[in-house]
C-alpha cells in the first residue's frame, strides 16, 4: 500500500511540474506578445496616452482558446479607470475579434439586458455570450461585429443576454411555434376582471 501512495504523490509531482513548465511558458509567451508599455491615441481626448495589457490575463485566456485583451494600466487611471478601453482597437497585439471582444465585455458591465432587465457581470470568453440588438431590431453576435463597427455599437446597440438571445431568435426562426399568452402576467384592471375566489370545501 505504502509503494502505491508513493506511487501517487510521485504522479502528482510530475503533472504538477508538467503543468507549471506550460503554465510559465504560456506567460512567457503572452510577455513577449503583450507586455511593454504602449502608446496609444485615447478616443476621449484625442490626446497619446500610456497603457499596459493584462498579459496574465491574456496568457490565462489564450491558453483556453481566443485570448481576452483588456488593460492593466492607464496612463489616465486611476480618475478614468472604469474607461470602456476602447483604446484597444488600436493596438497591433491581437486579432481583431480579440479585442472587440474585450472591448464588448467592458462595455457589457453595469448594463442591462433589453428584454428580461438581468444585470450584466463580470463576464469570459469561456461564458455563454450575451449578444446585441441594433436600431433596427435585428439580433446580432460578437462575431458579426468588425472593428469598424465598435463605435456605432457602443453608442446604438442594446446588449442581450444569452437567454433572450437564444428566446428571441427561436421566435424570429420559427414563429409558428410561438404562442403568445399576454394575460399570465398581466393583473386585473378592474372588478370585472378579477378571478372568481373559490367557496371553501365542507
Not at 502505491?4 to 513577449?32: K, N, Q
Amino acid at each position: 500500500m505504502d509503494t502505491t501512495a508513493d506511487s501517487l504523490i510521485v504522479i502528482a509531482i510530475v503533472l504538477i511540474a508538467v503543468a507549471s513548465l506550460f503554465g510559465i511558458r504560456w506567460i512567457f509567451r503572452a510577455r513577449s506578445k503583450y507586455g511593454g508599455t504602449q502608446i496609444v491615441t485615447c478616443p476621449e481626448t484625442k490626446a497619446p496616452a500610456q497603457v499596459e495589457v493584462d498579459v496574465f490575463e491574456a496568457a490565462l485566456t489564450s491558453a483556453l482558446g481566443v485570448a481576452d485583451i483588456r488593460l492593466h494600466n492607464c496612463s489616465r487611471w486611476p480618475m478614468k479607470r472604469d474607461c470602456g478601453q476602447e483604446c484597444l482597437l488600436s493596438l497591433p497585439v491581437a486579432p481583431d475579434e480579440c479585442l472587440v471582444h474585450g472591448v464588448l465585455m467592458k462595455w457589457y458591465r453595469g448594463k442591462q439586458c433589453v428584454y428580461c432587465g438581468v444585470p450584466f457581470s463580470e463576464l469570459h470568453l469561456t461564458d455563454h455570450k450575451p449578444a446585441l440588438r441594433t436600431a433596427e431590431q435585428k439580433l446580432v453576435q460578437w462575431r458579426e461585429v468588425s472593428i469598424a463597427d465598435v463605435s456605432n455599437v457602443l453608442t446604438a446597440y442594446d446588449p442581450v443576454c444569452w437567454n433572450c438571445y437564444i428566446a428571441q431568435s427561436f421566435a424570429v426562426e420559427h414563429p409558428e411555434l410561438v404562442v403568445y399568452r399576454p394575460w399570465r402576467d398581466a393583473a386585473p384592471t378592474n372588478r370585472e376582471e378579477a378571478p372568481t375566489p373559490r367557496r371553501p370545501l365542507a
